[in-house]
């Protein structure tokens, strides 16, 4: 993945999870749902980030590429 696909994602899965959160706070259905989903979202950004900057050589370069 690219770097802007991976913030893309993480940017989305904050979204979805601050919705979530709205829907938990004012006892709306779906809101479980959303949270979780959010956060996987989140996870899977956050676990490709680590990965790409694991295996860049050069990390003073990371977000220019």
Known sequence: MKNK???L?????????????LF????????SIMLI???LCEA???VMLII???RNQNPNGFLNK
Do not use: E, N
Not at 9 to 15: E, K, P, Q, R, S
Not at 24 to 31: C, R
């Open 5 to 7: 696909q991976i913030v």
């Open 9 to 21: 994602a993480f940017i989305l899965g904050c979204i979805i999870t601050i919705i979530g959160a």
């Open 24 to 31: 938990k706070i004012m006892h709306w259905p779906g809101a």
């Open 37 to 39: 989903l959010g956060m």
């Open 44 to 46: 899977f950004a956050g």
């Open 52 to 54: 790409k900057i694991y």
